[in-house]
C-alpha cells in the first residue's frame, strides 16, 4: 500500500480564539485551563473539528485540490491538549492509499496522532484522481 508524505500542523491556543471566532465555539474548554480540568481533561483542548480541518487540509494537500475530495469522514477518539506557551501543540497525519477503483476514486486511511496518541478513529477520504 502507499503510503503519504506525513503532515505535521502546529496547533496554538492563538489558533484556538480566530477558530471559535470563525466557528462561534466559545466552549471554555478551549481557553480556560481551570474550567477544563475541572470538568476531567487534561487542559485547554482544541476543537474536534479544527481537528477534522487539519486533517482535511492534509487530504486536499494530498489530492492536490480541493475539489477532489468525493467524502470525507473522521470519529474523534481523544482530545488534543493546547498548552499555554507560545509552542501550543503538533497534529501529525499519515495516509495510506488503501485502494483505487476502476473510475478512478482513491480511499485514502487517515492516521492523526498528538504526542503519541491517536486523536482521530476511522478517518477515512474518498478522492478523485486529478487529471494533467
Same mark, same amino acid.
Given at each position: 500500500? !502507499?503510503?503519504?508524505?506525513?503532515?505535521?500542523?502546529?496547533?496554538?491556543?492563538?489558533?484556538?480564539?480566530?477558530?471559535? %471566532?470563525?466557528?462561534?465555539? =466559545?466552549?471554555? *474548554?478551549?481557553?480556560?485551563?481551570?474550567?477544563?480540568? @475541572? #470538568?476531567?481533561?487534561? /487542559? #485547554? *483542548?482544541?476543537? /474536534?473539528?479544527?481537528?477534522?480541518?487539519? $486533517? %482535511?487540509?492534509?487530504?486536499?494537500?494530498?489530492?492536490?485540490?480541493?475539489?477532489?475530495?468525493?467524502? =470525507?469522514?473522521?470519529? =474523534?477518539?481523544?482530545?488534543?491538549?493546547?498548552?499555554?506557551?507560545?509552542? %501550543?501543540? !503538533?497534529? !501529525? =497525519?499519515?495516509? #495510506?492509499?488503501? /485502494?483505487?477503483?476502476?473510475? /478512478?476514486?482513491?480511499?485514502?486511511?487517515?492516521?492523526?496522532?498528538?504526542?503519541?496518541? @491517536?486523536?482521530?478513529? +476511522? $478517518?477515512?477520504? *474518498?478522492?478523485?484522481? +486529478?487529471?494533467?
Amino acid at each position: 500500500m !502507499e503510503a503519504l508524505p506525513t503532515q505535521t500542523y502546529r496547533v496554538t491556543r492563538a489558533d484556538l480564539v480566530r477558530y471559535a %471566532g470563525a466557528s462561534g465555539d =466559545f466552549n471554555v *474548554i478551549h481557553w480556560s485551563d481551570r474550567l477544563a480540568t @475541572k #470538568v476531567g481533561l487534561p /487542559g #485547554v *483542548i482544541a476543537h /474536534g473539528m479544527l481537528t477534522m480541518a487539519l $486533517a %482535511g487540509r492534509a487530504v486536499t494537500t494530498w489530492a492536490g485540490a480541493a475539489d477532489a475530495v468525493v467524502d =470525507f469522514s473522521v470519529r =474523534f477518539s481523544r482530545p488534543v491538549p493546547v498548552p499555554d506557551d507560545d509552542e %501550543g501543540t !503538533e497534529v !501529525e =497525519f499519515r495516509g #495510506v492509499v488503501k /485502494g483505487v477503483t476502476e473510475d /478512478g476514486l482513491t480511499q485514502i486511511d487517515i492516521t492523526a496522532t498528538c504526542h503519541g496518541d @491517536k486523536v482521530l478513529s +476511522q $478517518a477515512r477520504a *474518498i478522492v478523485r484522481r +486529478q487529471h494533467a
